[in-house]
């Protein structure tokens, strides 16, 4: 008897992105730290009825294939080769979320430099103590407000909040990273690869091949106490063969 045991191996193969255009020296990737992965098979079934309750004949419609997998490895290069397709740059975002409270100084102006000679993107709020948000405005900040300037990198609050402890948030870029910025592409634009799954277990294994499958679904879920398991769904179709499917294992 052969029985199958743990999330296995799964490996994805680029062959096509989003415009249409083959992948010239398709890349194998493997999914990393997989959590599960599944691959469904169903069929519609039409009946035919007389006048009794139950179907004289039944025969099998239309199949659709299916699948989806659950890998903790998060890689913007990776999902953009499965799902988007498109065209993956150099540099990342990062936010600079403030724990250690500054007081606003007599000036009362606060520089922020953010670290590791990143480059300043944006505001992302002032709280101070309890988490109270201060209210930012244009100009001429007063109690509880504040002005920011993106060229000079400067907070302003109103002289009356002097020794106040602020905490300051700020998005800052680097150059190092990937970054994807997703197009709204024309319908039925979508990259196809092909999966296949491993699954060895006290000596037998199992090994299953889909062709073309196109992705449906990505989910990014964060929980409290626990990882972000990053999840996506895929919709398998038959190639220029009529193969939907390869199968092999020991028995």
């Known amino acids: 008897m052969q029985i199958a045991f743990g ?40 009946e035919l009825f007389g006048g009794d309750q139950f179907a004289v004949d039944a025969a099998r419609g239309m199949g659709k294939l299916s699948g989806k997998a659950k890998s903790a490895q998060i890689s913007v290069e990776q999902w953009n ?42 505001d992302l709020g002032v709280r101070t103590t309890g988490g109270v948000a201060l209210t930012r405005v244009a100009s001429t900040p007063a109690t509880g407000e504040y002005t920011f300037d993106l060229g000079t990198a400067t907070y302003t609050f109103a002289a009356a909040d002097e020794d106040v402890p602020v905490f300051i948030d700020y998005r800052y870029t680097l150059a190092t990273g990937t970054s994807l910025s997703i197009k709204n592409l024309p319908m039925g634009d979508m990259p196809v690869f092909q999966g296949e799954l491993y699954l060895k277990y006290k000596g037998k294994s199992m090994y299953v091949k889909v062709p073309n499958f196109v992705s449906n679904k990505l989910g990014i879920a964060t929980k409290q106490d626990d990882y972000t398991i990053p999840d996506f769904e895929f919709t398998g179709y038959a190639d220029e063969f009529g193969e939907v499917a390869y199968w092999s294992a020991n028995e």
């Open 7 to 46: 999330s296995g191996l799964f490996y994805a193969t680029p062959l096509m992105d989003a415009m249409g255009n083959a992948i010239a020296n398709p890349t194998p990737i493997l999914l990393g730290v997989m959590q599960e992965c599944g691959i469904d098979i169903t069929f519609d079934t039409k």
């Open 81 to 122: 080769k499965l799902i988007f397709g498109q065209t993956v740059t150099a540099g990342q975002v990062l936010v600079h979320h403030e724990t250690t409270a500054t007081p606003v100084p007599e000036t009362p102006t606060i520089v922020v430099t953010p670290p590791n000679s990143g480059t300043l993107t944006g």
